[in-house]
């Protein structure tokens, strides 16, 4: 029942305002021989530019990747960045408020953009000799954006009701804010991307314009092309439309305000009248992908699996098949990200179950899992999954350029990316356990229960 | 997000793909049709299975059955229990996907060339030989019973559940396919063994493959997965009767948000004026910023985050639907706004410039479905069930650009119906009085 898993557990996990549609596993790793499909330049004004090749299809995707996200954002702008991504449809000192996807769809493509902690995202997607107006529309609102009082307020009303939408209607997402803000002492990841709403009610043009010109610049994005199209085509391109816009010399130092150390365990309880299912949630801070030094975060990415990933994981055996206490549970961690990550537990227990039992039990697996080890079939069996998942991989182009443009934007390089694969196979069970006995640290977690609301009658 | 991705497109997305997508049809010696698509450049086969009926097949006391049974299906079979079956996928890196809906159960499945003969072998047994093993049977039960409690409380899961009981009265598509508390609580394995039975059967099944593998391969391959199914499952239920009484249902639910779906009746998939409805309901609730719902509701006024209409094309009913998101204290505008629209367009009809517009957006945003195995092969087996010929790809894009504005603003006229548009509303809306047709 691997579908419902996912029903359930998106309650618990929550990927912030990254794109849905490909959402991605830091498993589903390059190919064998991907390199020869990827190729890459950096244009005199800085901007980094990837072309993925695969012809199989008259189509192409455009993305272009700011290193700029939420956990950039000034204190008191929360969700400035995501809305920003919002009025970017909006006019240039050439197109009308929302020509630029008006033109996308009279040619065939659709767009959207999202928005994270570490980046922001635009792409199109569109028949492949369309690529030029869309590099053109691109390269115009990289630098040439122009916003009203009026487009500010309606679309202030816009992402209000976004948030609305996904976190105000949905407890579990009210809890994962909490949950989050509880993980980072210091560091904005503990802030929404989306905003909290007080701030985002406050957020006006200046706040807009401010980060704009802060951080989209060329010399702090990433161009991904992908689909059906030759690198030099691409290189003559980028170097017309984006070659021409001055690097900004005052981009910011990325350096966030970073943690503190942890030194205490928190715990969280939530109660709301519209949650079904209660649950229990864990997180430990959790060192992130950094660029030449992978082989942590390859550890973390295998043990999250070995732990929880399936129905043959140690979680889902122990939980749900032995003890029979568990309706889903699950183990997750992805280590892409500029700043410190965390590695996720939770437990949805069986009607008759009360949290704080789930809660020992979850204790107890972890526990027992630092006695006893890795299992090495299990080892086996996930990493020739994941030397499968390189050759399924390959058949979805727009997932490549997704995982490239997201290492890159966070501070991975193209040879980063492309050993990752080689650095989770060869991952051994002593660094699994050398990372687990380092993650599971109590001083750095927080422990949530989700609970219903007693209703008297 | 700027948007949210639209799910929805529904039958249109069942529809195919670019014109070189070339679909051989086979018959295996067995008996058995399948669309094949060789692409060799990957070395793996994306392989679809539809079986016609899904949960429209429960009775009114097994509610969930086939649900539940669809979902164990994975949970152990032939000699290897769960475990080893889980076990057994990992080992191959074959990925098997069962799911079910209204009107179908999908195998969606994905094999490696390398270990293809022992991939079809392991997904065989699940398909013919499951053992629904009473503590699997239990298990999957409990995820059931808890996703039936969330839906319970999720405005959006209300929202569909109450316009489908509104709507379908006695027929099957009234029911939630997960069943309620009470019937999957009291679901035996018998109920899941008769449900398999019902379901799963050679005389509802599409077969499409696309991927590294041959005509000859795969007719053998299929006639080894498929042979030994039974001929002939349960029968399947006949058309829905709509009751569409236009007016707004207010569900009372404690949340900050409103959500609201709509329905009116709408047109069958092989009705000469199917085109010219598709063309219509892009330029009035389509996807995009540019169509009049989105522009009138988000664009102007800020009232939601996001606004669609499409054509719900099911095996026994049309319907011609939508849903929207406003905060309590604006939904009531953002319905008033949908009415307008809705009854504007009936009476004057859209534009030449819209229908260009849409016409453009829709026969160049067509190729760009086919962009690997596994969305062709979910696209060839659509239209397989659609009743489509396989050259329907090279052809589609004419059938749009044949639609004139006459055609759509005669469909706008005979059509759109704002007295039958009824609205469901789950929230606190304020405005709207609970459980009575407002407007």
Known sequence: MHNRITAILA????????????????????????????????????????????????????????????????????????????????????????????????????????????????????????????????????????????????????????????????????????????????????????????????????????????????????????GDVEPDEVRQLAETYYGVIPANPDLPDRARPQEPPQTSARRLVMSDPRVAQPYVTRSYLAPERDPGAQEEAAALTLLAELLGGGITSVMSQKLQFDEKIAVQSGAWYSGTSRDDATLNLSVVPVDGVSLEEAEAAMDRVIAEFLETGVDEAQLARLKTQLRAARIYARDDVGAIANRYGRALAVGLSIEDVQAWPALLDAVTPDQIMQAARKVFDDRTSVTGWLTQTEVSQ | MIRAALVAIGLLAALPARAEVEIQEITTPGGITAWLVEENSNPFVALELRFRGGTSLDTPETLGAVSLMTHTLEEGAGDMDANAFATRSEELAASFSYNVYDDVLSVSAKFLTENRDEAVTHLRESLVNPRFDQDAVDRVRGQMLSIIQSDAKDPNAQAGRALDQLIFGDHPYANSGDGTLETVTALTREDVLAAHKAAIARDRLYVSAVGDITADELSALLDRLLGDLPETGAPLPGRAELNLPGGTHVTPFATPQSVAVFAQPGIDRDHEDFFAAYLLNHILGGGGFESRLMTEVREKRGLTYGVYAYLANKDNADLWAGSVASANDRIAEAIEVIRDQWARVQTEGVTQAELDDAKTYLTGAYPLRFDGNGPIANIAVGMQMDDLPTDYIATRNDKVMAVTLEDVNRVARDYLDPDKLTFVVVGQPDGLMPDTAAN
């Open chain 1, 11 to 226: 309650l618990v996990a929550g990927l912030g305002l990254t794109s849905p549609a490909w959402a991605q596993s830091d498993t589903a790793i390059d190919a064998a021989g991907e390199a020869d499909q990827v190729s890459h330049f950096t244009l005199d004004n800085g901007m980094d530019v990837v072309v993925v090749e695969d012809h199989r299809a008259p189509v192409v995707v455009q993305m272009i990747w700011y290193r700029a996200g939420s956990a950039d954002e000034k204190p008191g702008a929360s969700g400035v960045a995501h809305f920003l991504e919002h009025l970017l449809f909006k006019g240039t000192e050439t197109l009308a408020p929302g020509e630029f996807s008006a033109t996308v769809a009279r040619n065939g493509g659709s767009d959207n953009a999202f928005t994270s902690y570490d980046y922001t995202a635009y792409f199109q997607r569109i028949a492949a000799d369309r690529l030029e107006l869309m590099m053109r529309m691109e390269a115009d609102r990289m630098v040439n954006l122009q916003l009203s009082e009026a487009d500010i307020a309606t679309e202030r009303d816009v992402i209000i009701e976004e948030r609305n939408q996904r976190v105000e209607n949905d407890p579990g997402a009210l809890f994962r804010e909490q949950r989050n803000a509880a993980q980072y002492l210091n560091h904005r990841y503990g802030v929404p991307i989306i905003g909290w709403r007080h701030e985002m009610e406050a957020l006006g043009l200046a706040e807009a314009l401010d980060y704009y010109e802060t951080h989209y610049a060329p010399n702090n994005a990433i161009l991904v092309v992908a």
